[in-house]
């Protein structure tokens, strides 16, 4: 099964900070890594797919890069909203079990 | 934009039965493969089951397979999770979730989630 390492698992950060969130797979996924945001009592909400691509609807501040085994989410402007856990997931095509990363709480500092 | 509401959580005792069940609106159902992910409380995401479009192909983690069954009724746009055996790790929230036709896919569209709690 395809391990994904998500460093670091908490963050602190202030309003209008730049952070990074890594993903690092245990084999190339390609692009076929998604990234999503949790805030506490809520489901998941997808905000990027494809390694790149901005979910419909997401703010642009949010953007996501990387191919084969290492990839990472930024926000470039922390919002208050943005205070949340954040996962990502990989979806190689026709390759079960799916699984998310451990997750990395953005706190405020 | 579609919607998804799972129904069917509670408390139960190790070793017993509970059948969660998510309603599709707003898609075309039959033509998207349906997911059940899990939660713990305090942990990360947990994918459980697929399932897909038609219902032929379905798949599990290795902790639930053989416990659990993943269905769906197309005629009813409803997805399925009979679990059996159920042990004190299967508590967590379960959500419902879909992306599209291909069962490994990112999931767009998630339901609010139900509560399972196995606890004597």
């Known amino acids: 099964d395809i391990q994904l390492t998500q460093s670091p698992s908490t963050l602190s950060a202030s309003v209008g900070d730049r952070v990074t969130i890594s993903c690092r797979a245990s084999q190339s996924l390609s692009v076929w890594l998604a990234w999503y945001q949790q805030r506490p009592g809520k489901a998941p909400k997808l905000l990027i797919l494809?390694?790149?691509t901005l979910q419909r609807g997401v703010p642009s501040r949010f953007s996501g890069s990387g191919s084969e085994t290492d990839f990472s989410l930024t926000i470039s402007s922390l919002q208050p909203d943005d205070f949340a856990t954040y996962y990502c997931q990989h979806y190689k095509s026709d390759s079960l079990p799916v699984t998310f990363g451990g997750g990395t709480a953005v706190e405020i500092k | 934009e579609g919607q998804l509401l799972e129904s069917g959580g509670g408390l139960v005792q190790p070793g017993g039965s509970l059948r969660l069940s998510c309603s599709a609106s707003?898609?075309?159902?039959?033509?998207?493969?349906m997911s059940w992910v899990r939660q713990a409380p305090g942990k990360g995401l947990e994918w459980v089951s697929s399932?897909?479009?038609?219902?032929?192909?379905?798949y599990y983690a290795h902790s639930v397979k053989g416990r659990f069954t993943i269905s769906r009724d197309n005629s009813k746009n409803t997805l399925y999770l009979q679990m059996n055996s159920l042990r004190a790790d299967d508590t967590a929230e379960y959500y419902c979730a879909t992306g599209g036709m291909a069962v490994a896919t990112s999931m767009d569209v998630w339901g609010q989630g139900t509560t399972v709690t196995v606890s004597s």
């Open positions: 399932i897909s479009g038609s219902g032929a192909s379905t």
């Open positions: 494809k390694a790149s």
């Open positions: 707003g898609l075309t159902f039959s033509s998207y493969a």
